[in-house]
């Protein structure tokens, strides 16, 4: 008979098998356990983090701020204050797994530009007015999508070390009241940081930074 936590698993370790197929079984799995707190962080890989919610230390990520020149382009600028530099370049990422997915197979480069009071702060401590962006790494924005597989994959082991694995898609009553233990109850905790919520966009010029 088909045991539901060894699946996920065996799909966790399947390059073949999409996150989102991934993600939506773990939500099952959760929804069935009861095991809100996992639910809710899947929930919001799904459908972002909303403004205001605690956002993942995974999804902080830092980007290259640039200064738009008119002779060589794009070019990297440093911020004279390594407090402000740091404030400015790194991000915290609140876009949803789908749009991130939609992001990435665009392949445009993802960049937030600046707006605003911002911009004009950034005009007064560079020196320079013109305009500026932050330049987002690709491969640390597909560094979210590996990590969120490989926290499925521990979670899942998790389960299968408290003596949870499901028949089909049914759960036993000992192996609820199981998985309501503390360790797999406040399994994503470890996962939380500060709150920013920044929306990345792909290489246009109408993106903007959020703060």
Same mark, same amino acid.
């Given at each position: 008979?088909?045991?539901?936590?060894?699946?996920?698993? $065996? /799909?966790?370790?399947?390059?073949?098998?999409? =996150?989102?197929?991934?993600?939506?079984?773990?939500?099952?799995?959760?929804?069935?356990?009861?095991?809100?707190?996992?639910?809710?962080?899947?929930?919001?890989?799904?459908?972002?983090?909303?403004? *205001?919610?605690?956002?993942?230390k995974y999804?902080?990520?830092?980007?290259? @701020?640039?200064? +738009?020149?008119?002779? $060589? *382009?794009?070019?990297?600028?440093?911020?004279?204050?390594?407090? =402000?530099?740091?404030?400015?370049c790194?991000?915290?990422?609140?876009?949803?797994?789908?749009n991130?997915?939609?992001? @990435?197979?665009a392949?445009?480069?993802?960049? !937030?530009? +600046?707006?605003?009071?911002?911009?004009? &702060?950034?005009? #007064?401590?560079? *020196?320079?007015?013109?305009s500026?962006?932050?330049?987002?790494?690709?491969?640390?924005?597909?560094?979210?999508?590996?990590?969120?597989r490989t926290?499925?994959?521990?979670?899942? !082991?998790?389960?299968e #070390?408290?003596?949870?694995?499901?028949? #089909?898609?049914?759960?036993?009553?000992?192996? &609820?009241?199981?998985?309501?233990?503390?360790?797999?109850?406040?399994?994503? /905790?470890? +996962?939380?940081?500060?709150?920013?919520?920044?929306?990345l966009?792909? *290489?246009?010029?109408?993106?903007?930074?959020?703060?």
């Open positions: 008979m088909t045991k539901i936590v060894i699946d996920l698993q $065996r /799909n966790a370790l399947d390059p073949n098998v999409e =996150i989102l197929t991934l993600l939506r079984q773990a939500y099952l799995i959760s929804k069935k356990l009861k095991l809100a707190e996992f639910e809710s962080w899947i929930q919001s890989e799904l459908n972002g983090y909303k403004q *205001g919610s605690a956002v993942p999804r902080v990520i830092w980007g290259e @701020l640039k200064g +738009f020149n008119p002779v $060589r *382009g794009w070019i990297p600028v440093l911020i004279p204050y390594s407090d =402000i530099h740091e404030v400015i790194k991000t915290e990422i609140n876009n949803s797994i789908p991130i997915l939609s992001i @990435l197979k392949d445009r480069g993802i960049e !937030m530009q +600046f707006h605003g009071a911002m911009a004009a &702060k950034l005009a #007064e401590m560079v *020196g320079q007015l013109t500026y962006k932050l330049d987002i790494p690709i491969n640390a924005v597909e560094e979210i999508i590996e990590i969120v926290n499925i994959l521990d979670w899942s !082991m998790l389960l #070390e408290n003596g949870i694995f499901g028949k #089909e898609l049914e759960f036993s009553l000992n192996e &609820k009241e199981q998985a309501k233990q503390a360790d797999i109850v406040n399994y994503t /905790n470890n +996962f939380y940081g500060a709150v920013d919520n920044t929306q966009q792909q *290489g246009t010029s109408s993106s903007e930074q959020s703060k």
